[in-house]
């Protein structure tokens, strides 16, 4: 029992230290450092050649799919559009880009389509496989026409979580990757309410909270730094989830 | 020589650290989805193979619950135990601190010889001439330092959906994210199981001594033939 609370102690020592620690100037850059690490090593291994995420069979589909964060927004707005069964939801893109446009869904689905069974995986640590489909985010800037200037897409959302919200963002990389795409379905079905309907997100080779859902807007900056919380995110302006989320 | 080269000991301590970091800050990141499962995907309570407990913040970096921030702490000390580890081990490479001390010898196999050498750890007794390590030690630091730490950055690296794209065989090596994510807690557990034993080892075999040639080097020993 003595042996135990020495043990206790020791580590309550280091855990404590270890938080008082990360509040300086100097360790805190030090622990948000190892982000940019962390991209710079995957853009050398994979992600500067694009390489795509595992596509699985249809035998692997998990016989559900988990909803996270917001899974019943109620936004008036958007109880009014689920009410009506999203008829006239629209689909906004702008910002930097020479052509803006607002699609409405047959607009999305009369685009080519891409169609991938893929892992889903939650910064807590689960993962579920699904089948999605929509176009591709690409399709979407190109006929929008990119600007010079553009750095960074910003994923506009329906939802508020704890009164704020939601956001997302990626780097170019990532928007223009194939298997970047607006999906409308999940599992050959409209996508259901606490999946993200009726459009959501999927950037495949990243953590769950990038892959916005109840999708608004889609529109493209020069810098995050005006947004928000300025940090790219609505996770990423709370606490210290990471931007690049590869990890 | 030292009893210890400079790179041992080096090695020794920050491993140490990270080892330590990255076991604390991972039972935080564990406290965020406390389940573990088997294959690619599991989220449901009724598919996990283990339930596990919620550890208490003073076992956790930082000292309360926070995923994001263990995540940072995680992260950054999984640099330093990736590239040590691979220092170490090239460095006791060109040394011939693995083939002197750790590579066992067909004799040392033999069951009589085992036994032997489990009935003096029995008794205490750490003598062993000829060699600087016997036979469980080999074979404790072999398993630790080519199989479990190993497998705690091929694991980590599995459960990166950025990774798995890049080199989709690492996962399939382990059968799945979820898998690899078992797989990593299992083995944390069992480092964590190796200190223990070791500092017990210590304690029992003249630690102040032991500490002291673990940081300056210690004596000068014969050349082994």
């Known amino acids: ?247 | 020589m030292k009893r210890h080269a400079l790179g041992t000991r080096l090695w020794h301590w920050v491993n140490l650290i990270c080892l330590v970091v990255l076991f604390m800050s991972g039972l935080n990141i564990s406290n965020a989805h406390p389940r573990l499962y088997w294959g690619h995907w599991g989220f449901a309570p009724e598919d996990a193979w283990l339930h596990i407990t919620r550890f208490p913040g003073w076992a956790t970096i930082p000292g309360y619950y926070s995923l994001a921030s263990a995540r940072l702490w995680h992260f950054l000390f999984a640099w330093p135990f990736a590239i040590g580890l691979l220092l170490f081990m090239i460095g006791s490479l060109a040394n011939r601190h693995f083939s002197r001390d750790l590579v066992t010898r067909r004799s040392e196999w033999r069951w009589s010889a085992i036994k032997a050498d489990i009935a003096k750890h029995l008794k205490l007794d750490f003598e062993h001439a000829g060699s600087k390590f016997n036979f469980l030690q080999k074979l404790a630091y072999g398993v630790v330092i080519f199989i479990l730490l190993p497998l705690m950055i091929f694991t980590g690296l599995a459960m990166s959906p950025a990774m798995d794209a890049n080199w989709p065989w690492l996962v399939d090596m382990f059968g799945g994210r979820q898998s690899a994510r078992s797989i990593h807690f299992l083995v944390a557990w069992a480092l964590a199981g190796f200190l223990v034993l070791h500092i017990a080892l210590v304690l029992l075999s003249g630690p102040i001594g032991q500490l002291r040639d673990m940081i300056t080097g210690g004596a000068k020993m014969e050349d082994q033939p």
């Open chain 1, 1 to 247: 029992m003595k042996r135990r609370s020495v043990l206790a102690g020791l580590t309550a020592l280091l855990s404590g230290g270890c938080s008082k620690l990360a509040e300086t100037g100097p360790m805190s850059s030090l622990l948000a450092s190892a982000e940019d690490w962390n991209r710079g090593l995957h853009d050398l291994m994979g992600r500067e050649r694009g390489a795509l995420a595992r596509e699985f069979a249809p035998d692997d589909i998990s016989p559900t799919f988990r909803g996270n964060g917001s899974v019943d927004p109620q936004e008036p707005d958007y109880v009014r559009h689920a009410t009506a069964g999203f008829a006239d939801w629209r689909l906004a893109v702008t910002g930097l880009v020479t052509t803006p446009l607002s699609l409405s869904l047959a607009e999305l689905k009369a685009m080519p389509q891409r169609t991938q069974i893929t892992r889903h995986d939650c910064v807590e640590g689960w993962s579920a496989i699904g089948q999605w489909k929509g176009p591709q985010l690409s399709l979407l800037l190109e006929r929008a026409g990119l600007q010079e200037q553009a750095r960074f897409i910003v994923f506009r959302c329906a939802d508020k979580l704890g009164g704020s919200q939601y956001y997302e963002s990626v780097d170019l990389l990532d928007a223009f990757h194939p298997q970047t795409i607006v999906a409308h379905e999940l599992n050959g079905e409209p996508l259901p309410v606490k999946n993200g309907a009726p459009l959501r997100m999927r950037i495949e080779r990243q953590l769950g909270y990038k892959h916005a859902k109840y999708l608004t807007g889609i529109e493209a900056v020069a810098s995050l730094d005006d947004i928000a919380g300025g940090k790219g995110g609505y996770w990423e302006d709370r606490g210290n989830y990471q931007w690049y989320a590869g990890i």
